[in-house]
């Protein structure tokens, strides 16, 4: 017996008219809400797997798309951290009511704090996955950035893909403006960093930074000595989900 094709995502029109691609799952809350990394979509492993246990809990969430990734609208280059924080903001204002739950990977962890600082009476609690705020700042050598202003934009091979991973002076300029670790950052909800030690993408000092930035008193960081970048291992993702779990079991349903 072969698996019945997942329907196509529900979409979501901008104010411009690019369409927003999204999976709604009805449940009860609060809503967890996927936000994928950088060049990924919502059709990742984490994604796919928390949707599943979700689904199995009776639980709401939300995996979105932002524009010019997945099956979004658009086109990549012309996303900025700016524009796809909107676009996130965008579906919950439309989308969701009551408490949400932030679930953000890599770029999706500096996003969930951006959403998290702009609906504080919404986000409850936020993990991140190898969470990555400011990294166009702390990712990018004095060449890079040189290269960045002459070039308008840098293109470099990814072992998470086939497609180049490209850089837009406009997105760096977007995140440069967003960053976040160089003050307090104002979020008072409980918040989980996890990440692993031997990510070669995003320095695990990244999380325990955050920890120390952020306001609230309940964050953890747990450290994976052995994870990758991905953490999409099979105990990896069981580790998301107890997390997730315990987290939800904090929060009411309504607000």
């Known amino acids: 017996m072969t698996d019945t094709p997942a329907a196509p995502p529900a979409l979501f029109a901008r104010p411009d008219g690019l369409r927003l691609a999204y999976r709604h799952r009805a449940g009860t809350g609060p809503t967890m809400v996927f936000l994928p990394g950088y060049m990924s979509d919502m059709e990742g492993s984490k994604a796919i797997a928390l949707d599943r246990w979700a689904a199995s809990q009776g639980r709401a969430m939300l995996r979105m798309d932002y524009a010019g990734c997945g099956a979004s609208d658009g086109r990549f280059a012309d996303g900025t951290l700016a524009s796809w924080r909107d676009d996130v903001l965008l579906l919950l204002d439309n989308l969701v009511e009551g408490p949400v739950v932030l679930v953000g990977s890599s770029m999706g962890g500096w996003l969930a704090l951006l959403v998290a600082l702009a609906r504080p009476d919404q986000v409850k609690a936020l993990v991140g996955i190898a969470a990555a705020p400011d990294f166009t700042q702390w990712g990018f050598t004095d060449a890079d950035k040189a290269l960045l202003q002459t070039e308008g934009r840098i293109e470099e091979p990814t072992p998470y893909g086939d497609q180049p991973y490209v850089t837009t002076l406009d997105f760096w300029q977007s995140g440069q403006a967003l960053r976040l670790l160089e003050g307090e950052i104002g979020i008072d909800c409980p918040v989980r960093l996890l990440h692993g030690q031997q990510d070669e993408d995003v320095p695990w ?19 994976i000595k052995d994870g990758d970048h991905r953490l999409s291992r099979d105990g990896d993702i069981a580790l998301l989900i107890r997390t997730v779990a315990a987290l939800q079991a904090l929060i009411p349903d309504s607000f």
Do not use: F
Request: positive net charge; aromatic residues 0%; glycine residues 0%.
């Open 205 to 223: 000092a990244i999380a325990v930074r955050t920890a120390e930035r952020v306001r609230s008193s309940d964050v953890q960081t747990l450290l």
